[in-house]
């Protein structure tokens, strides 16, 4: 069993679409991490958060602690939005991540 | 951008061979790490330093060694490489302040034949 489980492993969106993609974790993390890997691409990092709601754009992260859950919303999903989202706990340890295998998400204009 | 920078970007090996990636910073950050990523799994720990020869060992870690004699620079070796170590590695590094996010660096594309 993965300690990070992320849903939907794949998704398939219209332009403008509202879309949310999320995360779990069984371990006690610190804080939960967002990362967006383009096709072929590096790993840019989306938010880091540890409590309540983040938003950068078009783009905003929730993190319940009690729950040990998180998700990524898109408002108004572009094409330039494709990619795989993968969210990462940090331990308690403050050390090391683990990571989610990985939401892969396409766009259609 | 936190300037790093892997080599090679792309190689291809035999069976056996000796193969070094290296990972180079330029913020003098302490924490740095080296993942695998393969399709099915997520970013997966092989090894990371906590300073210059402060090294700890990752879930994957068998088969592979690393080093890091100066701040900038973290070397992960490939002793003896089999074709199961085919993978994408990336290097990560942590900044020492702020909220600990990662950032990666562009990846190694590493064939094993």
């Known amino acids: 069993k993965n300690e990070v489980e992320q849903s939907p492993q794949n998704l398939t969106a219209q332009e403008g679409e509202f879309i949310t993609i999320n995360c779990s974790y069984s371990?006690?993390?610190?804080?939960l991490h967002w990362l967006q890997q383009h096709p072929g691409g590096g790993i840019v990092s989306l938010f880091m958060l540890s409590s309540g709601k983040k938003k950068h754009g078009r783009l905003i992260a929730t993190i319940n602690i009690q729950e040990k859950h998180s998700s990524l919303h898109i408002t108004a999903s572009h094409p330039r939005d494709s990619a795989v989202y993968i969210c990462a706990a940090l331990l308690n340890t403050g050390n090391q991540f683990y990571f989610g295998t990985g939401t892969s998400l396409t766009v259609i204009p | 951008d936190a300037g790093i920078t892997q080599s090679p970007r792309h190689k291809v090996t035999e069976t056996g061979t000796p193969v070094t990636l290296r990972c180079h910073q330029t913020e003098n950050h302490r924490y740095m790490y080296w993942y695998r990523q393969d399709p099915g799994h997520g970013l997966r720990l092989i090894h990371y330093?906590?300073?210059?020869?402060?090294?700890d060992k990752g879930e994957v870690s068998d088969g592979y060694s690393v080093s890091r004699s100066k701040t900038e620079d973290f070397l992960l070796t490939l002793e003896s490489a089999t074709s199961s170590q085919t993978s994408v590695y990336f290097c990560?590094?942590?900044?020492?302040?702020?909220?600990?996010?990662?950032?990666f660096g562009p990846g190694t594309r590493l064939t094993v034949t």
């Open positions: 990560a590094i942590t900044p020492d302040r702020g909220q600990r996010e990662q950032y």
């Open positions: 371990v006690g993390i610190s804080a």
């Open positions: 330093s906590y300073g210059v020869k402060d090294t």
